[in-house]
């Protein structure tokens, strides 16, 4: 299971970070990754990492802005995002992958949090 909080509203501009806490013990076998969906949009890829955290991958639209980072030791995942913008309001779901290798599909990833929703206001 997975639980995802941190969002909220915030300016254009401003910054927040989301976690995403797994309760199972298997967290660190796994890639982890955030997708989003905007309203009246399709969920869209975020960001992914590896197993160990030495792998990241983002959407064109949030690299250099946003930062995914995990600590294993606490099963958890983060999403930093600076340099907000209202385009970056959607809810956010954290996902555990099949694999321990990073991806850009929804469909290599099995588990997903129930969503926080995050608000950009201009």
């Known amino acids: 299971q997975l639980q995802a909080c941190g969002g909220g509203l915030v300016q254009a501009g401003g910054s927040l970070r989301l976690s995403c806490a797994a309760s199972e013990g298997t967290f660190s076998f796994y890639a982890m990754g955030w997708f989003r969906q905007a309203p009246g949009k399709e969920r869209e890829f975020v960001a992914t990492i590896g197993q160990i955290g030495d792998t990241t991958y983002y959407a064109d639209a949030v690299k250099g802005r946003f930062t995914i980072s995990r600590d294993n030791a606490k099963n958890t995942v983060y999403l930093q995002m600076n340099s907000l913008k209202p385009e970056d309001t959607a809810v956010y779901y954290c996902?555990?992958?099949?694999?321990?290798?990073?991806?850009?599909?929804?469909?290599?990833?099995?588990?997903w949090g129930q969503g926080t929703l995050v608000t950009v206001s201009s």
């Open positions: 996902a555990r992958s099949r694999y321990y290798v990073t991806s850009r599909r929804s469909d290599d990833y099995s588990y």
